[in-house]
């Protein structure tokens, strides 16, 4: 029996459920459902929003196991009046596929409908949704780019860079910038992770959280945020040297004024201070983080 023939012979179910996509991205209770994805299982301090693990909010802001074909890739923190992420985090290991895959943009129907279905589905093409941004939004809107805040090139397989690809994970980035020293910067970050990110299992791992800072009156179409600034910050472990090693990087979200700028890498306690007047360590709080140093202790060219 030639394989067109077993094809015609399946029902239509399981001709449906073969071909289906099965990417999930449950909306949860708490932070600590996905802390998997944190330094030490512990959840970010965002004052104002996120206090010990707890949401202050929990009508706005809505924590998302971001999670494809059954498995959890990444969570993110989602602000529903603003219709972007707060922050994406994620447990960074060694990229074993660097195929960029198709650019298919989810939603999270649960943003929407607490009784809908866990799976993220593609959402309908001009649709405004209520609770988060939709294909619409961002059509057509010269100046600016779909800006990940987890980027698939960070990834480790294939399946792990289409779960990023959802608007949950999306902030408008002026596209000079997202694809100017934005885009540097990540690539620098990822080279000095898996030369410098490597644990006692002499296994690549580091942790990193990516957030966007909120404007104050800018929206894309009059729905969607157009943030002020992005952040990012990672921590890691390396055995080799038995040290702690983290950095930061801050970037405003406008255009890049020469294709050669390049953003300052800065050390934990910095970002601290631009998010915040407070001087708490609440992104890696309660772990070996370096709060006063960054890698260019072990790797100047960063």
């Known amino acids: 029996m030639t394989s067109q023939q077993v094809w015609s012979f399946l029902p239509v179910a399981a001709l449906l459920l073969l071909l289906s996509v099965h990417t999930l991205a449950e909306v949860v209770k708490s932070m600590s459902d996905c802390s998997q994805f944190f330094l030490d299982q512990t959840p970010p301090h965002i004052p104002g929003i996120l206090k010990d693990g707890k949401i202050l909010d929990q009508e706005r802001y809505k924590p998302i196991c971001q999670t494809h074909e059954n498995q959890r890739r990444f969570v993110t923190l989602y602000d529903t009046k603003n219709k972007i992420p707060v922050f994406s985090a994620f447990r960074f290991v060694k990229v074993v596929d660097t195929k960029k895959p198709e650019n298919w943009w989810s939603?999270?129907?649960?943003l929407e409908d607490k009784t809908a279905d866990k799976n993220m589905q593609q959402g309908e093409k001009d649709k405004k949704y209520d609770h988060q941004a939709g294909d619409v939004d961002y059509r057509d809107n010269k100046g600016f780019d779909r800006g990940h805040l987890f980027p698939s090139s960070y990834a480790s397989t294939l399946d792990d860079k289409i779960s990023t690809f959802t608007l949950t994970n999306i902030v408008p980035q002026v596209t000079s910038f997202?694809?100017?020293?934005?885009?540097?910067?990540?690539?620098?970050?990822?080279?000095?992770?898996?030369?410098?990110?490597?644990?006692?299992?002499?296994?690549?791992e580091g942790f990193v959280v990516t957030g966007a800072q909120p404007s104050s009156g800018s929206f894309l179409k009059n729905r969607v945020n157009i943030p002020s600034a992005l952040w990012s910050a990672f921590c890691c472990y390396n055995a080799?040297?038995?040290?702690?090693?983290?950095?930061?990087?801050?970037?405003?979200?406008?255009?890049?004024?020469?294709?050669?700028?390049?953003?300052?890498?800065?050390?934990?306690?910095?970002?601290?201070?631009?998010?915040?007047?407070?001087?708490s360590d609440f992104l890696f709080s309660g772990?070996?983080?370096?709060?006063?140093?960054?890698?260019?202790k072990f790797d100047p060219k960063m």
């Open 107 to 110: 939603i999270e129907p649960q």
């Open 240 to 279: 080799k040297k038995k040290a702690w090693i983290a950095s930061a990087h801050w970037g405003d979200n406008v255009k890049d004024k020469s294709e050669d700028k390049i953003l300052d890498t800065i050390t934990l306690k910095a970002l601290y201070q631009k998010l915040s007047m407070s001087k």
């Open 287 to 296: 772990t070996n983080c370096p709060l006063q140093t960054t890698v260019t």
């Open 178 to 204: 997202n694809q100017g020293s934005w885009y540097k910067m990540e690539q620098c970050v990822k080279r000095i992770m898996e030369k410098h990110c490597i644990n006692s299992h002499g296994d690549t």
